[in-house]
């Protein structure tokens, strides 16, 4: 099953953004738990009025200030817990469905304070490490911003371990930078 959001929740224009792409059927967690986990992902500030969604879609917290979390499922090794926002859950519906992304109308806000798991920097549907594809074991704890125009991320490094932000997935539709808020293990 592909992580996906109601049809209530998708008629408010949002979609869902998960890194390890298939939900398990079953969720060892409680329901509490499942909360907990995905509010850890983003500032208190945020978390304290963000809905929480599960990796079936199930809304298990309205929230009231446009962010969407999400916890790691525990039967995926490699996934992490996300907050994302309207521009960000857009974003991810059109990464996941491999489909045309519209750029967003303002900067968008995305926050993985618990890390990410393994990923290309290079190729937005990498599974695995290549000798080109820029393999990221650990990128810790970050925060990810779309911007309405590509062009706005020209000159900013697309090195992980330059010390700052970077752009991941440059030359791609799907390009935004990352802002590193901890260190990397």
Avoid at 68 to 85: F, I, V, Y
């Amino acid at each position: 099953m592909r992580y996906s959001i109601p049809t209530s929740v998708s008629m408010l224009g949002l979609g869902i953004l998960a890194v390890g792409l298939i939900a398990s059927p079953a969720q060892a967690q409680s329901k509490d738990d499942l909360i907990k986990d995905a509010l850890s992902a983003a500032p208190a500030a945020v978390a304290m009025n963000a809905t929480v969604v599960d990796g079936a879609g199930n809304v298990l917290r309205k929230g009231s200030n446009g962010y969407t979390c999400l916890p790691d499922d525990p039967e995926l090794p490699g996934t992490s817990p996300m907050c994302l926002d309207a521009g960000w859950l857009a974003w991810a519906d059109a990464w996941m469905n491999k489909k045309p992304l519209a750029a967003p109308d303002r900067i968008s806000f995305s926050y993985m304070l618990r890390g990410d798991s393994p990923v290309s920097n290079t190729d937005p549907y990498a599974t695995e490490p290549t000798p080109d594809n820029e393999w990221i074991a650990n990128g810790g704890p970050h925060i990810m911003v779309l911007v309405p125009d590509l062009k706005m991320l020209e000159g900013i490094p697309t090195d992980p371990n330059y010390g700052g932000p970077y752009v991941m997935w440059r030359g791609t539709q799907y390009a935004h930078l990352m802002i590193p808020v901890g260190e990397t293990h």
